[in-house]
């Protein structure tokens, strides 16, 4: 077998390992629980908890991320490799490790003061959005500096030259450059803080119609043997992530037209 | 204009040492020197990219060392490229002038006189990356003029277009600035471009000025070796002064077997009798001599026989040994003169050195600023 057959079928298998766990879902589908969990008031509190707490998390991560990884991409700083290497926490620690640390954190003389002087994070929305934030975080900073890394410097030391402050060289120059990496990073951040469980159920536990996130909402009902409202659940899931990412590209590929 | 006084800066185990460099108002400055020989390095610093260790510079009469980059309002010719790939040729020329606030009233009549000039008209409307090398080095060069730079910098900017465009842009930068009327500095290590576009040069070695002048007089009486190396003369010779007289000097010089008379250059240091220094004289100054062609008054001359020849282009560079010394000199001519002289490889002929084309230089590391 040529090489180039062989990372042809690699490639193809990545789609047929995916496309088959997909399809299994199929056997469980039927129309009725479909309509009726879409018009399920605790479905649908679930799909609108989610996302905005997806897109909160994700929002969070770009006033944070942004700087952030524009100063690990640009500058040399003192700290800059601890930093760096912190970035892959997240993924290194298990997302159920991470919402114990969470948890932990909110347990010690700290995290009591924060919760007691400003808002409760244990058991409520703002514990949702703070676990998938976490998660996110390192993920998109990792992701949005290798893409400005691609970014030749000498582009902002133009733009310098030219007239422009730093932060404005920064937001007419290196950041449409990067409109890619950020659009990338943005929807990879969302669509993981989307379908973050470990962390969330951890920190904000499975309250139905409270903290019942899509994928708490899922475990809940796989917990008491409902396949078919697990499946339909997934499916909801899939079809929520899989428009974000059509969207993204979309968006775009109308860009680069423009 | 600009003026900078004992400019120090260290990049790694590279030394800008005590630099001084003064362009005056409307003139045209060219930076020579080979690679590495720190020209980048000394623009970085006028731009602001890089920290000064210790010295000063100043534009049009204020201080801007410590000042931040887009402060400083001088234009940029870099050597690489960096039109801004998301905006269109329009709006990368009114990149500049909005930065600085400038209303489209202001900076639009200077646009589009530009525009006119370099004939990038057609080209407003579309991307840079559809642009060819000449087309982006043109709106570079618009983009830098736009914002009416009192000092333009440019960074070897034609190194990467052929040479019948090269001299294109040499010739259109010479108009820019009758019409303009803005100072330049510019650096190169292409002698030919440097001496086209310089009113004045300075040459630049090891981080080092060595020498700065008119470009006439650095281009005919480089004033130490390195220069002299550096601007293409490989008849170099160790010598010492033997005497002196008020126009000359003269030297011992074993290489070429004898004693050989030098003009001073006026306004120079003048050797002391004794001082051990080199000689240099240029291939093409070495004049052939025959019954047809006689020697001037104290021309030194020197028989012998040529040992090689090569056509290099339009010149002919013929290797001669001397009857009565080791060293060897090149001698360049045209095709044409070779014809009248007959010179062939083996066959005898007369060199002969002009005093006023025999070159005083000094050894050691110098700067002379004429």
Same mark, same amino acid.
């Given at each position: 077998?040529? =090489?180039?057959?062989?990372?042809?079928?690699?490639?193809?298998?990545?789609?047929?390992?995916?496309?088959?766990?997909?399809?299994?879902?199929?056997?469980?589908?039927?129309?009725?629980?479909?309509?009726?969990?879409?018009?399920?008031?605790?479905?649908?509190?679930?799909?609108?908890?989610?996302?905005?707490?997806?897109?909160?998390?994700?929002?969070?991560?770009?006033?944070?991320?942004?700087? @952030?990884?524009?100063?690990?991409?640009?500058?040399?700083?003192?700290?800059?490799?601890?930093?760096?290497?912190?970035?892959? =926490?997240?993924?290194?620690?298990?997302?159920?490790?991470?919402?114990?640390?969470?948890?932990?954190?909110?347990?010690?003389?700290?995290?009591?003061?924060?919760?007691?002087?400003?808002?409760?994070?244990? =058991?409520?929305? @703002?514990?949702?959005?703070?676990?998938?934030?976490?998660?996110?975080?390192?993920?998109?900073?990792?992701?949005?500096?290798?893409?400005? +890394?691609?970014?030749?410097?000498?582009?902002?030391?133009?733009?310098?030259?030219?007239?422009?402050?730093?932060?404005? @060289?920064?937001?007419?120059? +290196?950041?449409?450059?990067?409109?890619?990496?950020?659009?990338?990073?943005?929807?990879?951040?969302?669509?993981?803080?989307?379908?973050?469980?470990?962390?969330?159920?951890?920190?904000?536990?499975?309250?139905?119609?409270?903290?019942?996130?899509?994928?708490?909402?899922?475990?809940?009902?796989?917990?008491?043997? +409902?396949?078919?409202?697990?499946?339909?659940?997934?499916?909801?899931?899939? @079809?929520?992530?899989?428009?974000?990412?059509?969207?993204?590209?979309?968006?775009?590929?109308?860009? +680069?037209?423009? | 204009?600009?003026?900078?006084?004992?400019?120090?800066?260290?990049?790694?185990?590279?030394?800008?040492?005590?630099?001084?460099?003064?362009?005056?108002?409307?003139?045209?400055?060219?930076?020579?020197?080979?690679?590495?020989?720190?020209?980048? #390095?000394?623009?970085?610093?006028?731009?602001?990219?890089?920290?000064?260790?210790?010295?000063?510079?100043?534009?049009?009469?204020?201080?801007?060392?410590?000042?931040?980059?887009?402060?400083?309002?001088?234009?940029?010719?870099?050597?690489?490229?960096?039109?801004?790939?998301?905006?269109?040729?329009?709006?990368?020329?009114?990149?500049?002038?909005?930065?600085?606030?400038?209303?489209?009233?202001?900076?639009?009549?200077?646009?589009?006189?530009?525009?006119?000039?370099?004939?990038?008209?057609?080209?407003?409307?579309?991307?840079?990356?559809?642009?060819?090398?000449?087309?982006?080095?043109?709106?570079?060069?618009?983009?830098?003029?736009?914002?009416?730079?009192?000092?333009?910098?440019?960074?070897?900017?034609?190194?990467?277009?052929?040479?019948?465009?090269?001299?294109?842009?040499?010739?259109?930068?010479?108009?820019?600035?009758?019409?303009?009327?803005?100072?330049?500095?510019?650096?190169?290590?292409?002698?030919?471009?440097?001496?086209?576009?310089?009113?004045?040069?300075?040459?630049?070695?090891?981080?080092?000025?060595?020498?700065?002048?008119?470009?006439?007089?650095?281009?005919?009486?480089?004033?130490?070796?390195?220069?002299?190396?550096?601007?293409?003369?490989?008849?170099?010779?160790?010598?010492?002064?033997?005497?002196?007289? *008020?126009?000359?000097?003269?030297?011992?010089?074993?290489?070429?077997?004898?004693?050989?008379?030098?003009?001073?250059?006026?306004?120079?240091?003048?050797?002391?009798?004794? *001082?051990?220094?080199?000689?240099?004289?240029?291939?093409?100054?070495?004049?052939?001599?025959?019954?047809?062609?006689?020697? #001037?008054?104290?021309?030194?001359?020197?028989?012998?026989?040529?040992?090689?020849?090569?056509?290099?282009?339009?010149?002919?560079?013929?290797?001669?040994?001397?009857?009565?010394?080791?060293?060897?000199?090149?001698?360049?001519?045209?095709?044409?003169?070779?014809?009248?002289?007959?010179?062939?490889?083996?066959?005898?002929?007369?060199?002969?050195?002009?005093?006023?084309?025999?070159?005083?230089?000094?050894?050691?590391?110098?700067?002379?600023?004429?």
């Amino acid at each position: 077998m040529s =090489f180039r057959r062989l990372t042809i079928l690699s490639a193809l298998a990545v789609l047929g390992i995916y496309g088959l766990l997909i399809a299994s879902l199929a056997y469980y589908v039927n129309a009725a629980d479909l309509q009726a969990a879409l018009t399920s008031t605790r479905v649908l509190f679930s799909i609108q908890l989610s996302l905005v707490a997806a897109t909160a998390a994700t929002g969070l991560a770009l006033a944070l991320g942004v700087p @952030a990884a524009y100063a690990l991409s640009r500058f040399r700083f003192r700290g800059r490799q601890a930093v760096d290497s912190i970035l892959e =926490f997240p993924i290194i620690v298990s997302p159920a490790a991470l919402g114990a640390i969470i948890l932990i954190f909110f347990s010690n003389p700290l995290g009591q003061w924060i919760q007691a002087h400003t808002i409760t994070f244990v =058991f409520a929305f @703002a514990g949702i959005v703070l676990a998938q934030f976490i998660t996110v975080l390192g993920v998109f900073v990792r992701f949005l500096k290798t893409a400005l +890394d691609q970014v030749p410097r000498r582009y902002a030391t133009s733009a310098r030259i030219l007239g422009a402050s730093p932060s404005r @060289a920064f937001l007419t120059v +290196d950041l449409p450059l990067v409109r890619r990496g950020l659009i990338g990073a943005g929807v990879l951040s969302w669509a993981k803080a989307l379908g973050e469980f470990g962390a969330t159920i951890m920190v904000a536990g499975t309250m139905a119609m409270r903290t019942e996130t899509l994928p708490i909402a899922i475990y809940s009902r796989l917990s008491v043997a +409902d396949i078919e409202g697990t499946v339909t659940l997934i499916l909801i899931l899939l @079809a929520i992530g899989l428009t974000a990412l059509f969207v993204a590209r979309f968006l775009l590929r109308e860009r +680069d037209r423009a | 204009m600009l003026e900078l006084e004992h400019v120090c800066s260290q990049s790694g185990a590279f030394r800008i040492d005590d630099v001084g460099l003064s362009v005056a108002d409307g003139e045209s400055h060219v930076l020579l020197g080979p690679s590495g020989a720190g020209k980048t #390095t000394l623009l970085e610093l006028v731009l602001g990219l890089r920290e000064l260790e210790s010295g000063r510079i100043t534009l049009a009469g204020r201080d801007v060392t410590g000042e931040p980059i887009e402060r400083r309002g001088i234009g940029y010719l870099p050597q690489r490229i960096s039109l801004f790939p998301h905006l269109s040729v329009q709006e990368n020329i009114a990149y500049g002038p909005l930065c600085r606030r400038q209303s489209p009233a202001e900076f639009q009549p200077v646009v589009d006189e530009l525009v006119e000039a370099t004939g990038i008209g057609h080209l407003l409307g579309r991307r840079p990356d559809t642009l060819s090398g000449g087309e982006r080095q043109r709106v570079t060069l618009v983009r830098a003029l736009a914002t009416r730079p009192p000092l333009l910098l440019l960074d070897e900017p034609f190194t990467a277009l052929n040479e019948s465009l090269r001299r294109e842009f040499w010739r259109l930068l010479k108009t820019l600035r009758a019409g303009h009327d803005f100072t330049m500095l510019m650096i190169t290590h292409d002698l030919a471009e440097g001496f086209f576009m310089a009113d004045r040069v300075t040459v630049l070695i090891d981080g080092r000025v060595e020498q700065v002048g008119d470009k006439e007089d650095v281009w005919r009486r480089p004033a130490t070796l390195p220069v002299a190396k550096y601007l293409g003369i490989r008849n170099t010779f160790d010598a010492t002064v033997a005497e002196l007289d *008020a126009a000359e000097a003269v030297v011992d010089c074993p290489g070429l077997g004898g004693r050989l008379r030098a003009a001073l250059v006026p306004g120079r240091d003048v050797p002391e009798v004794g *001082a051990a220094l080199s000689l240099g004289i240029r291939a093409e100054f070495v004049a052939l001599r025959d019954a047809a062609h006689p020697p #001037t008054p104290r021309e030194y001359l020197l028989e012998g026989r040529i040992v090689d020849a090569a056509v290099a282009g339009a010149e002919v560079v013929l290797l001669f040994q001397p009857n009565d010394a080791e060293a060897t000199l090149e001698i360049s001519v045209s095709h044409r003169l070779l014809r009248r002289f007959g010179v062939a490889v083996g066959q005898p002929a007369t060199a002969g050195l002009p005093p006023d084309d025999v070159l005083l230089l000094q050894t050691e590391a110098a700067s002379v600023v004429a």
